[in-house]
């Protein structure tokens, strides 16, 4: 690891591209460790051992830390990275900006975090469910998911892209800022994780939220971002 510079442990197909993004928005030197899903076995979709060895979760991301720390969770990554790094204060909060202020923020990142991705997970695990199982109950697991999406999932999602669309109404990014803010990086993935995985183009009723997503991928820094990793494709089986 050279000196000096922070080191993305970095996963293909996961959360960690944002923090790719990031790395990339604040134009700062860092190393980058790619890590493949396995592709094949017991563990077919997870993060190889290899990431064990900087942090027992084994997960992705993980930042370490020029001194050496190894920092997990995206939201903590993100705190660490632009509090260090963005000096002039590009992507932090506008000070004048008495309702998009710290507790707004902590409000969108919480509600990303704890409302949306619970019921995400819980969408992929029933799709999972049906997809692993033996191919006789197969069509019964198929029957039981479709039943929990239309009674639950899928209604808990609409209600909350909806509440999405109506915070970013007309402004460019979540709190009113001219560049992103970590709500955005966070945000980012979720809103992906909830649209790839998705066979119908869940976006198009939203279309506040829609320009948001488009703007995000429309920066050089994401595409720079997608450059550098190892492929972004969400739709992948656990
Ligand atoms: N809550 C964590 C998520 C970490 C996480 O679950 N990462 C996934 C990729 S999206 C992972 O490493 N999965 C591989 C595995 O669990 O084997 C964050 O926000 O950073």
Same mark, same amino acid.
């Given at each position: 690891?050279?000196?000096?510079?922070?080191?993305?442990?970095?996963?293909?197909? %996961?959360?960690?591209?944002?923090i790719?993004?990031?790395l990339?928005? &604040?134009g700062i030197?860092?190393?980058?460790?790619?890590?493949e899903?396995e592709?094949? @076995?017991?563990?077919k979709?997870?993060?190889?051992?290899g &990431?064990?060895?900087?942090? =027992?979760?084994?997960k992705s991301?993980?930042?370490?830390?020029?001194?050496?720390?190894?920092i997990?969770?995206? %939201?903590?990554?993100?705190?660490?990275?632009?509090? *260090? #790094?963005?000096?002039?204060?590009?992507f *932090? &909060?506008?000070p004048?900006?008495?309702?998009?202020d710290?507790?707004r923020?902590?409000?969108?990142? %919480?509600?990303?975090?704890?409302?949306?991705?619970?019921?995400?997970?819980?969408?992929?695990v029933?799709?999972?469910? !049906?997809?692993?199982?033996?191919?006789?109950?197969?069509? /019964?697991? @198929?029957g039981?998911?479709?039943?929990?999406? *239309?009674?639950?999932?899928? *209604?808990?999602?609409?209600?909350? /892209?909806?509440? $999405?669309?109506e915070?970013?109404?007309s402004?460019?990014?979540? $709190?009113?800022?001219? +560049?992103?803010? !970590?709500v955005?990086?966070?945000?980012?993935?979720n809103?992906?994780?909830?649209?790839?995985?998705? =066979? +119908?183009?869940?976006?198009?009723?939203?279309? +506040?939220?829609? %320009?948001?997503?488009?703007r995000?991928k429309?920066?050089?820094?994401?595409?720079?971002s997608?450059e550098k990793g190892?492929? #972004?494709?969400?739709?992948?089986?656990?």
């Amino acid at each position: 690891m050279a000196e000096g510079k922070p080191t993305l442990q970095h996963l293909n197909n %996961s959360q960690s591209q944002t923090i790719l993004w990031l790395l990339e928005e &604040l134009g700062i030197e860092y190393n980058l460790n790619l890590f493949e899903r396995e592709t094949s @076995g017991a563990n077919k979709g997870r993060a190889p051992e290899g &990431l064990k060895e900087s942090h =027992s979760l084994g997960k992705s991301p993980q930042l370490i830390t020029p001194e050496g720390r190894v920092i997990i969770e995206r %939201s903590a990554i993100s705190k660490y990275l632009i509090d *260090k #790094y963005d000096t002039t204060g590009k992507f *932090k &909060l506008n000070p004048d900006e008495s309702e998009n202020d710290i507790i707004r923020e902590e409000e969108l990142i %919480s509600f990303r975090a704890n409302s949306l991705y619970p019921i995400l997970m819980i969408q992929m695990v029933f799709k999972a469910a !049906r997809e692993l199982s033996p191919f006789f109950v197969r069509p /019964l697991m @198929g029957g039981i998911s479709a039943m929990v999406n *239309k009674a639950f999932l899928t *209604k808990e999602i609409h209600i909350m /892209l909806a509440y $999405l669309d109506e915070a970013i109404q007309s402004k460019n990014y979540f $709190l009113n800022t001219e +560049n992103p803010t !970590r709500v955005d990086f966070l945000m980012l993935w979720n809103v992906d994780f909830s649209t790839m995985a998705d =066979s +119908n183009d869940l976006l198009s009723t939203y279309p +506040n939220l829609k %320009s948001w997503y488009d703007r995000c991928k429309a920066r050089d820094a994401w595409k720079r971002s997608l450059e550098k990793g190892n492929g #972004y494709q969400l739709d992948v089986k656990i």
